[in-house]
Every structure is written in C-alpha cells, then in structure tokens.
Nanobody, 115 residues
Framework: QVQLVESGGGLVQPGGSLRLSCVGS????????MGWYRQTPGKQRELVAA???????THVDSVKGRFTISRDNAKNTVSLQMNSLKSEDTAVYYC?????????WGKGTLVTVSS
C-alpha cells in the first residue's frame, strides 16, 4: 500500500521561500514519475512540476524560474523548492504520481502567501 505524506507548507510573505517535502512508502519511487500539484477553492487541481525516476524535470510556465522539483529515490522523497512566492501561489499542495493515481492523494500541505 502506497502512502504519500506532504509537509513544509506555511504562511510566507510575497517574495519569500518555502521547501515542500513528500515522503512515500512502498516501491513507488523506484519507477514512477512524481509530481507536485496544487489546488485552490473552486478550481481544478493542477500539475505544477514533475520529475521522472531518472531526474528529468518539467515545470508549468507560471512557476518556471521560481520553483524547482527534485527527488531522492534512496530516501523515497520528492521536494519542491519554491522561491519568489506570489499571492497566486497560495494553495494546498499535493504530491502524487504523474499522471496521478486516485489512490495516492494525501492530505496535502497548505501554502499561504500573504503580507
């Protein structure tokens, strides 16, 4: 059974930084492309960034140059370094495979960007 647990969210001022972490159980980290997603009320969950098992990364245009996804397969973790945060980055952030599996959604971690 796979479990993904996100952490690292919080309240930060515009222009600030946060680092999100996701720890996974099971064998998911051996083969799966992993992604960070975010969701705000009334909107669909969107993929923000993804990293393959080999370390190749993609980032949505709105976060390019500000966010960096990475993974450590030995530690079963995937991280999202978020710099130069903007108010529009406020959301609940989740990790999952890419494409996502319904069974793997966790509780997420809330990021609030506000002065």
């Amino acid at each position: 059974q796979v479990q993904l647990v996100e952490s690292g969210g919080g309240l930060v001022q515009p222009g600030g930084s946060l680092r999100l972490s996701c720890v996974g159980s099971g064998n998911i980290f051996r083969y799966a492309t992993m992604g960070w997603y975010r969701q705000t009320p009334g909107k669909q969950r969107e993929l923000v960034a993804a990293v393959t098992s080999a370390g190749a990364t993609t980032h949505v245009d709105s976060v390019k140059g500000r966010f960096t996804i990475s993974r450590d397969n030995a530690k079963n973790t995937v991280s999202l370094q978020m710099n130069s945060l903007k108010s529009e980055d406020t959301a609940v952030y989740y990790c999952n495979t890419s494409p996502p599996s319904v069974a793997y959604w966790g509780k997420g971690t809330l990021v609030t960007v506000s002065s």
